[in-house]
């Protein structure tokens, strides 16, 4: 299969996901600012959720431009990737129906952390294929972003067994971290020319 195929089957699921968790935020019956109260949960929790899914698209459009061929393997982790983030609209709809219970939160720390652990042995896998000189194996370099990330899923998952604020704090502590735009892949591809 071509590199190609990969991050256009990828585009295509991600656009689904999107596509699922917009359909589940629904119309609320009045037409006033305070019929909207009841639905701050749901559509805090579709935020957070769009911009991971957002984060992840950026993040494997970009280490896709790294890889020069795909294997078997790279083609089963990337759709073990996108088994867990096919799971977020699940998990986001649940959280925030229930309002964050702490159930809900703990289920979506599960999924985050299983994406984040997919994402790290897709990107593992590339770099096998590709050499430990490869373009992504020098731009991901120590690779702070993606050691911290796990550490906070795992304080979010844990920490919604007595407070779901820091669970909360640790999620979107995460997206933040990610939505900062991440400029080595583009220098490494830049330097590779």
């Keep these: 299969m071509t590199k190609g195929r990969l991050e256009a089957f990828t585009d295509g699921v991600l656009a ?31 935020v957070l959720s769009f911009i991971y899914i957002a984060i992840y698209w950026n993040n ?3 280490m896709m431009q790294t890889a020069k061929h795909v294997t078997g393997s790279i083609l089963w982790a990337n759709m073990h990737l996108l088994f867990w983030l096919s799971l977020v609209p699940f998990v986001t709809s649940w959280m925030g129906e229930n ?29 096998k294929s590709h050499g430990k000189e490869s373009v992504l194996a020098k ?3 120590n690779d702070f972003k993606g050691k ?3 550490i906070l899923y795992v304080i979010g998952i844990v920490a919604s067994f007595f ?8 999620f979107i502590g995460v997206a933040i971290i990610w939505l900062i735009p991440d400029r080595r892949i583009e220098k490494a591809l830049k330097n590779e020319n």
């Design 163 to 170: 407070n779901v604020w820091i669970s909360g704090i640790a």
């Design 60 to 62: 494997h459009h970009h």
């Design 148 to 150: 911290i990330s796990p």
């Design 16 to 46: 689904i996901i999107i596509t699922i968790m917009v359909l589940e935020l629904k119309v609320p019956h009045g037409g006033s600012f305070e019929d909207l109260k009841s639905l701050l949960p749901i559509f805090l929790s579709y």
């Design 139 to 141: 731009a991901l370099g």
């Design 99 to 127: 309002h964050f219970t702490s159930a809900s939160v703990f289920l979506y720390g599960i999924v985050l952390l299983g994406a984040a652990i997919s994402y790290v042995l897709l990107q593992f896998l590339i770099i």
